[in-house]
């Protein structure tokens, strides 16, 4: 199966625990969140422009986060014109972006990036409570 996310043909890293059974690698994270994703979990700026044809848009800090708890590794940011950053994760050297889809056929630069921290992401309560409702979401997907 082809995906269409930044990274899928080199992210096969297992998962490091089996916390969250039935995701074994990032490309079951990612089937899995597409039912997940939603209008709810979308970055509050950005819910307006939120379709179930672009559900990753707005998504990319809660995701990234949510895959490091599960594969380990780090998040790094791409910067963006609007001051913001663009979340991504690189396990063990495989680098993956799970919600580049949201960007089309643009190329990000994922070179030299700064590393992004929970702590400092998540400082925001909306944001916390996003991937609070992320992972639920997920563990309740899997569970049906």
Known sequence: MQYGFYGWQDC???A???????IHTPTDLYDALTHVWSADTCAPRMRGDWTPENRTLGQCSITAFLAQDLFGGRVYGVPLEDGNFHCFNVVDGH???????Q???AKL???NCPEQF???HFAKEEKRLRYEALKRGLIDWLKR
């Not at 490091?16 to 039935?22: A, H, I, K, L, Q």
């Open 109 to 111: 630069d994922y070179a």
């Open 16 to 22: 490091r625990s089996g916390d969250v059974p039935g």
């Open 95 to 101: 680098m993956f972006d799970l919600t580049s889809e």
């Open 118 to 120: 929970r702590e400092t």
């Open 103 to 105: 960007f089309g056929d």
């Open 12 to 14: 096969a890293v297992p």
